[in-house]
């Protein structure tokens, strides 16, 4: 396998999992698009860099932004997996303290959120990557 495939393929599998932690942090279930076709992630661009003719600076930079919001993601994730872990355990006490547990819940919100402004940065990133010729493609496949 050639390096440029190899590389293809790393980043498609980044995306992948940068796909998936998106989706769960908008909530799973049916995605609505909130950005109206406005951003892009980075596994649609992929698929269709041959259709878009990345260039190889291009296809370096988003292959960077996906590593970039990958490993500040995951610090997030376990931020909010002590989070959830601290609300269960609040959760078993009797009575519940009811602010206990809500300032878990405002820890692990935040959290949450941090993950997804780190998303849409990247989101934006890759989209201030793209020609106006390859976005226009790009929302062309969303009308489809």
Not at 75 to 83: K, N, P, S, T, V
Not at 118 to 126: D, E, F, K, S
Request: glycine share 4%; with cysteine; charged share 25%.
């Amino acid at each position: 396998m050639n390096t440029n495939k190899l590389l293809a393929n790393t980043v498609l599998a980044l995306c992948l999992i940068f796909a998936t932690s998106f989706a769960s942090a908008q909530g799973g279930g049916a995605q609505k698009d909130v950005f109206k076709g406005k951003l892009f992630p980075p596994n649609i661009i992929l698929e269709h860099q041959g259709e878009l003719d990345l260039t190889k600076e291009q296809f370096t930079a988003i292959k960077a932004a996906v590593v970039e919001v990958q490993a500040n993601v995951a610090e997030h994730e376990w931020d909010l997996r002590e989070a959830y872990a601290k609300v269960l355990a609040d959760l078993d006490e009797s009575p519940i303290d009811e602010e206990k547990v809500l300032e878990g819940v405002r820890s692990a919100l935040q959290a949450e959120n941090s993950v997804k402004q780190l998303q849409v940065a990247m989101l934006i990133r890759l989209r201030n990557l793209l020609t106006d010729d390859q976005v226009e493609y790009l929302q062309s496949l969303r009308a489809k």
